[in-house]
C-alpha cells in the first residue's frame, strides 16, 4: 500500500461483527448492497476491511486468492456510463498489478485496458473488463468489486446496465462478486434500472449501524495520536452521546471543537451549545434529513414529539430501524444522536418564520466572494471545497453540501434582486453571470 490510511492500522475488533458477515458473504461469492444512513462511516469501515493487513485473512479466507478491487465514484468527474466503466477497468488494471497475479496476465489486461481505451468504444471496454476478469479467475482469484457511492450515478444507470454487470459475474461462472455502498439500497436508487424481485437474485443487503462507543473511540484514538487532541475522558464520553456513532458528526465535532479552543471546562451541554451554532453541523443535519423519504419524516417526528408507533408505520419506516436512525426497545425508541434529534425540533420554529433570511451566513459568503472573483469563469467543485470548506478537505464534503449551499446563494440572490444569477455547469461546476 503505497498511500497513507488510518484505517489500515485499526485493530481487527473494528465493527468486527460486520467484519465478519461481510467476510462470510464473500466466501459464498454472494453480491452486497451495503447501506446505511449518510456518512455512518460505510467508506470508514471499508477502507479498514480493504486496507488493514490481517482484515482478509481473518474475515474471508486465508487459503483463497481474493482481489479485492475499490472503485470510489467520487474520483468520477463526469457522471456517465462510460466513465463509470473506464473507471472500473482502471481501478481493476490497478489491482492486478499490485496482486500476486502472473506477469503475462498483468501485460494482458494492461493491454486490453489500452487499446479499450483507444477506441473509445463503450461495448470494447466492457469487454476488455470481462477477459480481464475471465483471465483472473483462471489463475484461481476471485475477484470483488466495490462500487463506492453508487448513489453518485444513479440517475444514468438503466436495465442495461445491471445486464452488464450480471453478464460479467456469469462470465466468471459466479466468481466475480459485487459490493455497492450507498445510503440507499439498489432498489430505492434505481427502481427504473432494477426491481425488487430481480433484486433478490442479484445481491443480498447488509445494514451499517452508527458505531458503538469501542468502535468511536478507535476512531477518536486514531485522530488523538495524529492531531494530539486534548480531551478528558467525560469530554469524549460527552462527544460520543452527541454523535451517535456517526462518523462525519464526530469529525465535524472534532475541528470544530478545536477550532474553538476547547478547554476541559466544556461539558455536553456547552459541546452541544457550539455545535448547533456552526453551519456545518447544520448543513449536515439537513443532509441526513432530506436524505428521508416522506413517510420516515413523518415517523421520526411522531417519535420525537412521544407519540406510540403502530406495526404497520413500522413496516412503512423499516429503512430508519434497518440503518439506526431509530434506537431503543419498541415503544421507548429515540433518534439517534441528540444533535440530529435538536435540529429536527428546530425544524418547526424556522418554518413559522414569515420573513425569509436574507444576509449570507459565513459558508454562504465564502461561497459567494469566489464566485465574485471569478464573474463569467467556471467554478470547479474542488476549488469551492478548497475556498468553503479548507478545514474538511481530509474528511471530504458531499455533493449534495456543495449543491444545497448553492441552492441558498442562489435564493437569497434573487430574493435581494441582485444583478447576479448563478448557472450551473454540467459535470463541470458553477458560474456567476449577469442576470439576463
Request: aromatic share 12%; charged share 30%; glycine share 4%.
Amino acid at each position: 500500500m503505497d498511500f497513507f490510511c488510518v484505517e489500515a492500522k485499526y485493530p481487527l475488533t473494528f465493527r468486527k461483527k460486520d467484519a465478519e458477515l461481510l467476510g462470510e458473504h464473500l466466501r459464498h461469492r454472494h453480491s452486497i448492497d451495503l447501506t446505511g444512513m449518510k456518512r455512518v462511516g460505510i467508506s470508514n469501515f471499508l477502507r479498514f476491511f480493504l486496507y488493514n493487513e490481517r482484515a482478509k485473512e481473518s474475515f474471508v479466507s486465508k487459503t483463497e486468492k481474493h482481489l479485492f478491487v475499490s472503485i470510489d465514484l467520487n474520483d468520477l468527474v463526469e457522471r456517465e456510463l462510460y466513465a463509470f466503466w473506464a473507471l472500473t477497468f482502471k481501478r481493476l488494471l490497478d489491482e492486478t498489478v499490485r496482486s500476486n497475479a502472473s506477469e503475462h496476465t498483468k501485460q494482458k489486461i494492461g493491454d486490453l485496458f489500452l487499446y479499450s481505451i483507444q477506441t473509445k468504444d463503450l461495448f470494447l471496454l466492457i469487454d476488455g473488463i470481462r477477459q480481464s476478469l475471465i483471465r483472473l479467475v483462471s489463475e484461481d482469484i476471485l475477484p470483488t468489486l466495490f462500487l463506492l457511492r453508487f448513489d453518485r450515478i444513479k440517475d444514468v444507470v438503466t436495465p442495461a446496465f445491471f445486464d452488464n454487470l450480471e453478464g460479467l459475474r456469469d462470465s466468471t461462472h459466479g466468481k466475480l462478486a459485487y459490493v455497492f455502498t450507498s445510503f440507499r439500497n439498489l432498489g430505492d436508487l434505481s427502481p427504473q434500472a432494477i426491481d425488487r424481485s430481480h433484486l433478490s437474485t442479484f445481491c443480498y443487503t447488509l445494514s451499517i449501524k452508527p458505531a458503538t462507543v469501542s468502535d468511536m473511540k478507535i476512531i477518536f484514538e486514531q485522530y488523538n495520536q495524529r492531531y494530539h487532541l486534548d480531551f478528558s475522558s467525560s469530554q469524549a464520553k460527552d462527544l460520543f452521546t452527541l454523535v451517535g456513532g456517526n462518523v462525519q458528526y464526530l469529525q465535524l465535532g472534532l475541528v470544530i471543537l478545536n477550532e474553538q479552543g476547547k478547554s476541559d471546562s466544556k461539558n455536553m451541554a456547552s459541546m452541544q451549545d457550539i455545535f448547533q451554532q456552526d453551519e456545518r453541523t447544520n448543513l449536515f443535519s439537513e443532509e441526513l434529513w432530506e436524505s428521508l423519504l416522506p413517510k420516515e419524516k413523518d415517523l421520526i417526528l411522531a417519535i420525537v414529539g412521544g407519540n406510540k408507533i403502530g406495526d404497520e408505520e413500522r413496516r412503512a419506516g423499516q429503512y430508519i430501524f434497518e440503518t439506526g436512525f431509530i434506537i431503543g426497545e419498541k415503544n421507548r425508541e429515540k433518534l439517534f444522536s441528540p444533535l440530529f434529534e435538536q435540529y429536527i425540533r428546530t425544524l418547526a420554529v424556522k418554518k413559522q418564520q414569515r420573513e425569509p433570511e436574507l444576509v449570507f451566513s459565513k459558508k454562504e459568503h465564502l461561497l459567494y466572494t469566489l464566485l465574485e472573483r471569478k464573474v463569467g469563469q467556471i467554478c470547479e467543485r474542488d476549488e469551492i471545497i478548497e475556498a468553503v470548506w479548507p478545514e474538511n478537505q481530509e474528511f471530504g464534503v458531499s455533493d449534495w453540501s456543495i449543491d444545497r449551499l448553492m441552492a441558498r446563494v442562489r435564493s437569497k440572490l434573487k430574493k435581494q434582486t441582485s444583478p447576479f444569477e448563478i448557472r450551473t455547469i454540467r459535470t463541470r461546476g458553477y458560474m456567476l453571470t449577469e442576470r439576463v
